[in-house]
């Protein structure tokens, strides 16, 4: 059994950039431009993703030879992790909100 996925802010611009389009399929450079992460911390995260079942991956079918480029790896949200995602991130916001004063009404002197 896997431990529970710990969000991180890296984790959440990530899982934000999946939100975007919840069904599409992604590949890692453009992950990568989504959340503004390097291959480095993009891979691993999504390697905790796959392994608490919020993300599935597969390859792209594809001649590389015919095409002139390799295949590419595609990450998609599992049903599971969409309603995950969609809730850590909606925690995270509330504790961001309630670390902030959780006002939204201007402070008076």
């Known amino acids: 059994m896997t431990p529970p996925l710990r969000v991180t ?19 890692g450079l453009d992950l ?16 905790r993703l796959q392994n608490a079942g919020w993300v599935e991956s597969l390859w ?10 390799p295949a590419r790896r595609y990450y998609r949200l599992t049903p599971d992790g ?17 670390g902030l004063g959780g006002t939204t009404s201007p402070q008076t002197a």
Request: a negative charge; glycine letters at 4%.
């Open 60 to 69: 792209e079918d594809l001649d590389p030879v015919a095409a002139g480029r």
């Open 9 to 27: 802010a890296a984790v959440a611009t990530v899982l934000a950039a999946f939100l975007e389009d919840p069904a599409a399929d992604r590949y």
């Open 82 to 98: 969409e309603v995950a995602a969609r809730a850590e991130l909606t925690a995270l916001q509330q504790r961001l909100h309630r």
């Open 32 to 47: 990568m431009r989504a959340s503004g992460h390097p291959s480095g911390t993009l891979y691993p995260i999504l390697l």
